[in-house]
């Protein structure tokens, strides 16, 4: 028996390759990302948000479990009094144009002691090549002004 050559009639083969072009471009539409929209900022003045907007004077607050009394004394504290914000442990200094946490660079938790950072930073003179010495220098003075401070 001779070859079984199929030839494709040439339509047909075009008609083919047009429907996969679509195809792939429908489903490319379809299955892309959609990029987030944003929060709406709203920077007209005078206006607030409604979660963070206060009701009239002489309305309780509550605070964590605090009955409505414990909350009425709190009220007539200085907002600045209630208020407790943390101190960052973090010292940030830059150095060759990039921002650096010096308790990292030392390899140091936030906040360590003193005692803590002269002996890593020994340590690290110790290991680290000449061309890194700036760098760590720079991290343990920025700590010491910062402690002074």
């Keep these: 028996m001779g070859s079984n050559n199929r030839v494709v009639d040439p339509n047909v083969k075009d008609f083919l390759i047009l429907n996969g072009v679509v195809l792939t471009l ?5 299955l892309r990302r ?3 929209s944003g929060m709406r900022l709203s920077l007209k003045s005078g206006q607030v948000d409604g979660a963070a907007q206060a009701s009239g004077a002489g309305s309780t607050i509550s605070i964590g479990s605090k009955s409505p009394v414990e909350s009425e004394v709190l009220e007539d504290e200085p907002a600045q009094r209630r208020t407790q914000v943390g101190k960052s442990l973090n010292v940030i200094f830059n150095y060759n144009g990039h921002s ?7 390899g140091l938790p936030a906040g360590s002691s003193i005692e803590k950072v002269k002996a890593a930073f020994e340590e690290s003179l110790a290991q680290v090549d000449p061309e890194s010495r700036v760098f760590i220098e720079t991290a343990y003075r920025a700590i010491v002004a910062h402690l002074k401070s």
């Design 34 to 36: 959609r990029p987030r």
């Design 100 to 106: 650096w946490d010096a308790y990292e660079v030392l």
């Design 26 to 30: 429908v489903l490319f539409y379809l």
